[in-house]
């Protein structure tokens, strides 16, 4: 094959490599003030609207069949630790899914987290857009802002996740939970509103049109997004919930709380 042969078959890749980078800039220009309002709730110091989330958990045991338990409201995570004996930790969760489990009714936590499993994955499967996937195999991705990386040919699905888990799942919940109890392990609990480093993702892909969910999954992430806009940390016990109001200080490496906790990291 001739030079000029090679660049006239050329012509047509280069052409569609432009148009699509074209096409992911512009959905990411859409996606950025969805993902920003979802990083607004993630970080909100609000009051939690208690009886929003009261009556979105109650539905959650509902669903799970279980009775609605008794809601006890903390002004901190800290103030949460002495209420959470007995609940379960992700190890005992794991017990009840092996082949020899426990005997007993399993824990509601367990019911809640395998429903939202078959959630997520339902979710997943739904994401199959081109625009959100990589036009070819470049991993590990490169570290790089949200525009570059999209240039460099990072998946815009890729993009999307990180720019909610670096701030919130990255950079507020795990340092947290970890400088909260750093000698024992902390049971299974729910985030409230900075659960939005997961539902954010998958309203911002909805909202853009780059995927359809099936009717009674929309439905569930809507009841999700509902309660990450009113709620804080959660721990589902058998009989009691857990709740902690929202922080009211949200700051680079800080947290603050209404009974005057702060958790640094």
Not at 13 to 32: G, K
Not at 132 to 140: G, N, Q, R
Request: aromatic share 8%.
């Amino acid at each position: 094959m001739t030079a000029t042969a090679r660049r006239s078959a050329a012509a047509p890749t280069l052409r569609q490599s432009a148009a699509r980078e074209t096409r992911v800039l512009e959905l990411w220009h859409r996606a950025e003030p969805i993902r920003d309002e979802w990083l607004e709730a993630g970080r909100s110091t609000g009051p939690a609207d208690r009886a929003t989330t009261e009556h979105l958990i109650a539905g959650l045991y509902r669903r799970q069949h279980r009775r609605v338990p008794v809601f006890r409201w903390v002004a901190s995570p800290r103030q949460a630790l002495p209420l959470l004996t007995g609940l379960p930790t992700h190890e005992v969760l794991q017990s009840w899914v092996r082949d020899r489990r426990p005997q007993g009714t399993p824990p509601v936590a367990g019911d809640i987290a395998a429903g939202l499993a078959r959630l997520r994955g339902a979710l997943d499967d739904a994401v199959e857009h081109t625009d959100l996937l990589a036009a070819a195999v470049k991993k590990p991705w490169p570290v790089l802002p949200p525009r570059q990386a999209l240039q460099a040919g990072v998946p815009l699905l890729e993009v999307l996740q990180r720019s909610l888990h670096e701030p919130l799942a990255a950079g507020l919940t795990w340092p947290v939970r970890s400088a909260l109890s750093p000698h024992r392990t902390v049971p299974v609990c729910w985030y409230g509103q900075q659960d939005a480093t997961w539902i954010g993702f998958y309203d911002t892909i909805r909202k853009l049109g780059l995927a359809r969910f099936r009717p009674h999954d929309d439905a569930q992430l809507d009841e999700w997004a509902a309660l990450a806009r009113a709620a804080g940390w959660w721990w589902p016990g058998d009989d009691v919930c857990v709740l902690v109001e929202r922080p009211s200080q949200v700051a680079p490496r800080r947290v603050g709380y209404r009974d005057g906790t702060t958790i640094t990291w």
